[in-house]
Structure formats: structure tokens, C-alpha cells
């Protein structure tokens, strides 16, 4: 099964229509969100986790582009610098989802972006504001 982490930014003119649904039900994809960001006078912006087979998560990205939906791969969107970095630990007891560990030999802060759901907390509470989100 294929499994991918994307970001969907949706026009205002869209935030009202079942895009979703129509991934379920017509190119078979499960989705998990993870964030989400919807107004009805804004722009909607939806992290979400899709899983199914291949050709029907490209064809679900093909529609979703066709109906104007901007879609992007989460993991550019998450950035750790690893100059400004000190490893210092903060962001590790205070990620949701443990997208941070340290290594035991070096105490070095390791950044799993696979894992990362771009909630922003770690932006937030970085003292050498080594993260940034891009979303």
C-alpha cells in the first residue's frame, strides 16, 4: 500500500465542496488528517495522509490539481537547520507525535520527517529557531 503525507491548499470557492469523499469513494484512498486550517472566507489548508494503491493516489492528485486544489509533499514543507541547532532537547518531550528523538551516543537531536506532522509546535518553542514550517 502506498502511503503519502501532502498539504492541500484550497480556494475559498472550494472549502464548501466534498473533495475528500471523492477521494474515498472514487480513487479508493484512505486519508487520515492530520491538520487542518478551513474558513469560509479564506483559504482552506488540509494536512492529510493518503494511503492506497499508486495509480490511484496520482490520479486522486490529478483531480485534485483539475479542481484547483495547490497540493504539496509534506516533507519539503518541514525544515530542521542543523547549524542553528544546539541540540539542546526542547523540542523532543513536546512533539505530539515523537518526531524527535536523541540519540544516545552522541545526545545529538535527531528529526524523523517522516513522522512530522507539521503542527508547528516545534517552531514555536525552539530557542535557536533551528525549525520552520512551510506551509
Known amino acids: 500500500m502506498y502511503a503519502k503525507k501532502i498539504v492541500l ?5 472550494l472549502v ?19 491538520r487542518a486550517s478551513i474558513t469560509p472566507d479564506e ?12 495509480p490511484d493516489y496520482k490520479n486522486a492528485l490529478e483531480y485534485l490539481k483539475k479542481e484547483g486544489v495547490k497540493v504539496q509533499t509534506l516533507a519539503q514543507d518541514v ?10 532537547g526542547v523540542c523532543v518531550p513536546m512533539c505530539p507525535v ?3 528523538h536523541v540519540e ?10 517522516d513522522e512530522c506532522i507539521a503542527c508547528g509546535v516545534c517552531v514555536d518553542i525552539c530557542p535557536m529557531n533551528a525549525m520552520e514550517v512551510k506551509i
Do not use: W
Not at 491548499?9 to 470557492?13: A, L, M, R
Not at 464548501?16 to 486519508?31: M, Q, V
Not at 525544515?79 to 539542546?88: A, F, G, L, Q, R
Open 9 to 13: 491548499h484550497f480556494p475559498h470557492s
Open 16 to 34: 464548501n465542496k466534498p473533495i475528500l469523499h471523492k477521494l474515498s469513494r472514487d480513487y479508493e484512498l484512505e486519508f487520515n488528517i492530520l
Open 43 to 54: 483559504e482552506g489548508l488540509l494536512v492529510l495522509e493518503l494511503k492506497g494503491d499508486e
Open 79 to 88: 525544515i530542521m537547520d542543523e547549524e542553528k541547532c544546539t541540540h539542546c
Open 98 to 100: 515523537l518526531a524527535f
Open 104 to 113: 544516545p551516543e552522541t545526545k545529538k537531536v535527531i528529526f524523523i520527517q
